[in-house]
């Protein structure tokens, strides 16, 4: 699979303009200088600083093109793979100079550093001393000729001569970075100098083929005394993989892409083709906010993150039928006709695709944790009320399939589970109005699940109309049937409730009727809440009387009914309700 998605990554017009454009070069101070009239020039200096809220650069387009081409071709593969033996320098070419700023006034970069850096650059067998290692130092020097020496000694000059006296406050942490430019020399082809003797894994495990040097590549592969278990034992090569120079340039040029992506906040990646389009595959990276716009496709999908210097793929999949559409719409209404003049959002009209329908989840069911937790180490996962991460914890893979690659079917099978259990958190904690919503949402998927021309809601709806014609009534009327009883139940229970005079209110004694398993149950402690409240009741309350009339003489046919009974206790209450006379 993932040799699928670098071969589409090959198919792209220029593959290394397609890594500049998304290259994200770190924090710190840019110095570009030109050699012309026999001495170096300052041509361009950019602090350069990126918005770690929006990911966005303090560069022009023109300005960080520029700089990613200088700063991509001039990295380190990695850190244990440096030019300076010390690590204070980390560019890997004469026509780059990178430290850190703190080791100019530290005492960490010396002229004996900088002499030793360009010593190995001038002479690169110093470094390369072991039989593979010249073998692809060997190969590069081919294609691209020795060192120019002249040139890096202008270099070097100048670094000694300016490094420690720069006309500039050199302050923080962050990167200083001076590059220099020469009309007749390529930073690109001084950096594959680098890369090629760097690319492989470890060069011991490199085999020459009819010429031609193979070796492990270095991304997304390991080969140390720490995992043994990927040796192939039984086969004179150990290593479980060998390939070209070429084609582990090529893989690096895609995982430097996929860590672009990560460092940009782009973790979603899609290689994705429309079915209905002559194309060929489409890339396309996105923020967790964002989802591709599909009628129909299939492809590939990775998820992606940032891992110390390099690129980690945390999830991979096949997308056989991936539609950003749903398939039918999803009509969230007020079926608890609670107030929504406090809403930031929209919670309800229909949702029609997976995105709006992502958003409007992790707002009403998670109070946006689920989007930036889908993989989340559970104890890092902060300012979340317990109950509700246990079920975001429990849930979020779900929701992650569903949302990324538009597969429902776990979500199906836990929804009616993990929604009514956030319910039951929030009215534990007493955000009724946020019950309320989260409800609304419950039945609205419910019934996008089980289809139907009939469904929960529409059946409230009446519940809720016929029970307010039954309390209001001159004579007794009798509860028709379950629904209605459970309904009914909740109301009564949100009114006994309501006398409690304490100065906190504890929703959490809904919690015993939630719990209930039978209508004796039930009815008992509706018995225990009246004679507790009862002094604080008018024996002249039609709509009171009436309603507790009717739930006593009620028989019940069936379990519990939570759906109703919640819906009962969370809707505005009936007996409180003025009606237009009283209006």
């Known amino acids: 699979m993932l040799n699928n998605c670098i071969k589409i990554f090959k198919r792209q017009p220029d593959m290394e303009k397609f890594v500049l454009d998304t290259y994200v070069p770190a924090d710190g101070d840019y110095i570009v200088m030109k050699y012309q009239d026999e001495k170096f020039i300052e041509k361009l200096h950019i602090k350069v600083k990126q918005d770690k809220k929006t990911r966005t650069l303090n560069l022009s387009p023109l300005e960080k093109y520029k700089i990613s081409q200088l700063d991509y071709y001039s990295k380190l593969v990695e850190m244990n793979k440096p030019i300076d033996p010390k690590k204070v320098i980390h560019s890997n070419n004469y026509l780059s100079f990178w430290i850190k700023k703190d080791n100019l006034t530290s005492g960490k970069l010396t002229k004996d550093i900088i002499d030793r850096y360009y010593e190995v650059l001038e002479n690169p067998y110093t470094k390369y001393t072991k039989k593979h290692d010249q073998e692809l130092y060997e190969s ?86 720490k995992k043994p278990y990927l040796e192939y034992k039984n086969r004179v090569t150990k290593v479980p993989l060998l390939q070209t120079s070429e084609h582990v340039l090529e893989q690096k040029l895609f995982f430097d892409y996929l860590q672009n992506c990560a460092s940009g906040g782009l973790y979603n990646i899609y290689f994705i083709k429309e079915m209905e389009e002559q194309d060929d595959y489409q890339i396309r990276p996105l923020t967790n906010k964002e989802l591709p716009k599909i009628k129909s496709g299939y492809g590939y999908y990775l998820r992606v993150y940032k891992e110390k210097n390099e690129a980690c793929i945390q999830e991979m999949d096949q997308l056989t039928n991936y539609c950003s559409k749903l398939e039918k719409p999803i009509n969230v209404r007020n079926i608890t006709e609670v107030g929504t003049e406090l809403l930031k959002s929209p919670v309800y009209g229909q949702i029609k695709d997976l995105k709006e329908l992502s958003g409007r989840i992790n707002d009403v069911m998670f109070s946006n944790f689920l989007t930036n937790n889908y993989f989340t180490e559970p104890g890092n996962i902060t300012g979340i009320e317990p109950k509700l991460k246990r079920n975001l914890v429990l849930s979020r893979t779900a929701f992650f399939n569903w949302f990324y690659k538009d597969d429902s079917s776990s979500v199906k099978a836990i929804w009616d589970k993990i929604s009514l259990n956030i319910i039951k958190c929030s009215m534990e904690l007493g955000y009724i109005i946020k019950a309320n919503h989260q409800f609304n949402m419950r039945l ?71 719990n209930a398993k039978t209508d004796n149950i039930l009815k008992q402690k509706l018995t225990v809440l009246f004679k507790r409240y009862n002094y604080d009741i008018d024996a002249n309350s ?42």
């Open 140 to 225: 590069v020097e081919k294609e691209l000729g020795p060192v120019n020496r002249e040139r890096l000694a202008l270099v070097k000059t100048w670094v000694k001569e300016n490094i420690f006296n720069l006309p500039y406050e050199i302050e923080g942490k962050d990167y200083l970075k001076i590059f220099f430019e020469f009309e007749d020399i390529d930073i690109k082809a001084e950096g594959k100098r680098y890369f090629i003797p760097n690319l492989f894994n470890k060069n011991d495990f490199n085999t020459k083929v009819n010429g031609e040097i193979y070796g492990l590549p270095n991304n997304n592969m390991q080969m140390n005394s």
């Open 444 to 514: 609205a998927v419910l019934a996008y699940f089980k289809g139907g021309k009939t469904n929960m809601a529409d059946v409230m709806i009446q519940v809720r109309s016929n029970l307010r014609d039954k309390i209001n009534a001159k004579e007794y009327q009798s509860i028709e049937n379950d629904e209605e009883y459970y309904y009914a139940v909740g109301q009564l229970s949100s009114y006994l409730l309501s006398k409690n005079k304490s100065k906190k209110r504890e929703h959490s004694l809904i919690n015993g009727f939630l």
């Open 542 to 583: 039609k709509r009171f009387n009436n309603l507790y009339s009717m739930i006593l003489s009620y028989q019940v046919g069936t379990p519990v009914k939570q759906d109703y009974l919640i819906a009962g206790y969370i809707s505005g209450n009936l007996i409180y309700e003025k009606n237009k006379e009283e209006q």
